[in-house]
């Protein structure tokens, strides 16, 4: 009876470890669609945890850049970890944030996390994948909150790593 109970509590003890994919390549790179240029993707893998950090570097619908008729501010939508649902795709929840400025002393006070929607990534190969996006901020954010009055927005994009 005790080994039974040693056995299973091995396997499951085991099991999670067995069913964590292990991603197929090092996806880590700047990702851009080239027929698109303007925005991109940075994808930071880290070997041995296979968490990722990626950040989509885009423009802000809620914000027109005084300093040029027609442009938008920057935005950056941030996916701080992520599942690996298979070798080659992830998929983790993503975050519009706010802070002190870089020039600025930090002030953890300052901080503000909003989580707006997931992101995935299919990779077809080591240079090549889909992005795919789901934005939907939370309902009655705060006016001060980092994603107060950003659009819900979804869609999918072709990527491939900018080459140097």
């Known amino acids: ?12 003890m085991a099991f999670p470890a067995m ?5 197929a390549a090092n996806y880590s790179d700047i990702w851009w669609n080239p027929n698109e240029s303007g925005w991109g993707v940075t994808f ?7 968490q990722v950090f990626a950040v989509w570097y885009t423009y802000d619908p809620r914000e027109s850049d005084p300093a040029s ?8 939508i941030v996916m701080s970890g992520g599942t690996w649902t298979s070798p080659t795709s992830l998929t ?3 975050y519009v944030t706010n802070g002190t400025p ?13 989580r707006v929607g997931t ?3 299919n990779f077809q190969s080591s240079s090549t994948g889909n992005f795919s996006y789901n934005i939907a901020p939370p309902a ?25």
Do not use: C, E, Y
Request: proline share 8%; glycine share 10%.
């Open 140 to 164: 009655g954010l705060a006016s001060d909150r980092p994603a107060f009055g950003l659009p819900s927005f979804s869609g999918t994009k072709v990527i491939q790593r900018q080459s140097f």
């Open 69 to 76: 008729s027609g442009n938008f501010k920057p935005l950056w």
């Open 1 to 12: 009876m005790i080994r039974k109970f040693a056995a299973a509590t091995l396997f499951a």
């Open 19 to 23: 069913a964590q994919n292990v991603p």
């Open 92 to 94: 983790g929840d993503v």
């Open 119 to 121: 992101f995935s990534f």
């Open 44 to 50: 930071t893998q880290h070997p041995g945890t296979n």
């Open 102 to 114: 870089f020039a600025m002393g930090w002030n953890p006070n300052s901080l503000q996390v909003d």
